[in-house]
Each structure stands twice: as structure tokens, then as C-alpha cells.
């Protein structure tokens, strides 16, 4: 590997999250962590991809529990110590305010997926959109490809309420990277919370240029090689770490910045 540095020991050149779980973030605290979920939540606002709903949650290191936004608004959290830990059963265990109302999406797909450590309940409008067409959503980009060959649809358009509501929505997503949530907005895996957001952010994306190129006539969609060669292991840079690092400078959110890296595009 190069001699770039990824924010927080990002190590992120593929879209299948199954190639490394997240017990492998040695040295990761979880005031860290913490953080991450913080500054995701204002990445996230101010990209208007979360209003006054929506939730970010992450897995705590050498911990089973998970710490998620609290029962308000994300661009109203404060700081890092405004997060609430909950077991997997939804449990509240640390914390002030009450978890999300749909805490169990996010323990549902812990654990059905041991890989994932990270995820970002948005409502992005154009995704939202397309959700409601009923098909799955395919890569017609190079950021769209880092949402792997398609996102599925939950068919169901409610509220995730219960732990039954959760598993539903754990199988729809299966083993992809996100899921659209028919006209009730997505739910984007990460195996860090960088990744998690830049894929919701590319995932709005991508849903946003296929509409565009739908007006237009038919767009040529990604195949599986093409994905597979846009977002493998020689990609001449982290495109996570990247788009992390801009978008928390765009929106004044501190953190450890990046060496910028040789060959950028």
C-alpha cells in the first residue's frame, strides 16, 4: 500500500463491506467514534440528506452496544455527548435522551450483518423519489458504483417500530450496501461511519442523475465488471477518506486531516 494516510484508519478501496469487519479498528476509542457520529450528523444536515428526521448510528469498540443520535433532530445534537448507547436489543444503556423510534433498524442489521459498523438513516429527496417507482436502484455513474450493482427496495413505507419491522428490513437489504425505504427515505451501510455517510451522499447522487438521464431517454447502466473495476483494490485513491475530508471542511466540522495523496482526479 501507498504511504497515504486514511482519516482514522480508514482502509476503504472496495464496495463488498464484507472484506473487513469492524473489529478490525484497533486503536479506535470511542470518544472517536463518537465524534465520527457527530460530525456525520452535520455533514448530513447541511446537505439537506436529514431535516428534522433521520439518525446515524456507529458500533463502540470492543463493545457490544452501539451509540446512535438521539430521539431529535440530528443537526440539533450539540456535540458527541449528546449520543445515546443502546444494546442490540434497542435497550437504552448510557445516555441522556431516548434512542430513535426506529432504533431497531439499526440493531436488526448489526446483527444480521457482524460486518457493517456503521449506518445513516437518511431522506434524501431524490432517492426518496425513486423509491417510490419500486425498482431496484443501479449505478449510471462512477459515485453510484460505490453503492455496489443495486440497492434494493423495502416495500413496506412505514415507520421501522418494532424488532419484526427491523429483521424485514435487515432481509430486503441482504448483503447490499443500502436500502430504500419505499417513500420513507434509505438506510446506507459503512464499515466506518465515513463510509457510511459518503455513501449516503452518493447514493443521492446517483439516484439524482439517473432521474436526470431518465428524462432523457434510457440510461446505460453499470455492469457488475464495471462496478467491480470502478471501486476495487487499484483505484489510485480513497475515495471515502476524500470525500470525508471535504465535506467536514465544508460544513466546519474538525477532525484529523488527510495527506493529500499523488495521483488525485
Known sequence: MSGRLRPLGLALGTVGVGAEAPAGRLGVTEAQVREEVFAACRVLAGEGLVEAYGHVSARLPGSPHVVVTPRYAPSLVRGPEDLVVVDLDGARVAGDADPPLEVWMHTEVYRARPEVGAL????????????????????????????????????????????????????????????????????????????????????????????????????????????????????????FGRAWDYYRAKHAVAGRRRRRAAGRG
Open 120 to 239: 445513516c438513516r437518511t431522506h434524501s429527496p431524490a432517492a426518496t423519489a425513486w423509491s417510490t417507482l419500486g425498482e431496484p436502484l443501479r449505478p449510471v455513474h462512477g459515485f453510484g458504483a460505490f453503492l455496489g450493482v443495486e440497492v434494493p427496495v423495502f416495500p413496506i413505507p412505514f415507520l421501522i417500530t418494532d424488532a419484526a419491522l427491523g429483521r424485514a428490513l435487515a432481509e430486503a437489504l441482504g448483503g447490499a450496501e443500502a436500502v430504500l425505504l419505499r417513500g420513507n427515505g434509505q438506510l446506507v451501510t459503512g464499515r466506518r461511519v465515513a463510509e457510511a455517510c459518503v455513501k449516503a451522499l452518493f447514493l443521492e447522487q446517483s439516484a439524482r442523475v439517473h432521474l436526470l438521464a431518465r428524462c432523457a431517454g434510457t440510461p446505460r447502466v453499470w455492469t457488475a465488471e464495471e462496478v467491480a473495476r470502478r471501486t476495487g483494490p487499484d483505484v489510485p485513491y480513497d475515495h
